[in-house]
């Protein structure tokens, strides 16, 4: 059973940068392609970023696309979300998530999710 948790989050000026890690325990996360997800107050959850298995490819909503990188880590079990030029409306909890599958997505068809780290931009 694939387990996930996500870490780096915190409180950052506009403009700042964070760095989110999502590791992967249980399973071999190469099998997985890997979703990044946010929710902010009285909000649905949003996807922002994917990157598949395999080749790596990724993909950018465009809330995010130039702002945000996404990686991974294979041999250390490790996904990243690097996140520049932050915005108060990045304000939310981000959420990794995995699904056994080559492809990856921003829509909500994973299996697995991690619980969660609260990024809130503000001065």
């Known amino acids: 059973q694939l387990q996930l948790v996500e870490s780096g989050g915190g409180l950052v000026q506009p403009g700042g940068s964070l760095r989110l890690s999502c590791a992967a325990s249980g399973s071999t996360l190469a099998y997985y392609a890997i979703g990044w997800f946010r929710q902010a107050p009285g909000k649905g959850r949003e996807g922002v970023s994917c990157?598949?298995?395999?080749?790596?490819?990724?993909f950018y909503e465009d809330s995010v696309k130039g702002r945000f990188t996404v990686s991974r880590d294979n041999g250390e079990g490790t996904v990243y979300l690097q996140m520049s030029s932050l915005k108060p409306e990045d304000t939310a909890v981000y959420y990794c998530a995995a699904v056994s599958s080559y492809h990856c997505s921003t829509l909500p068809v994973y299996s697995y999710w991690g619980q969660g780290t609260q990024v809130t931009v503000s001065f």
């Open positions: 990157i598949s298995s395999g080749d790596s490819t990724t």
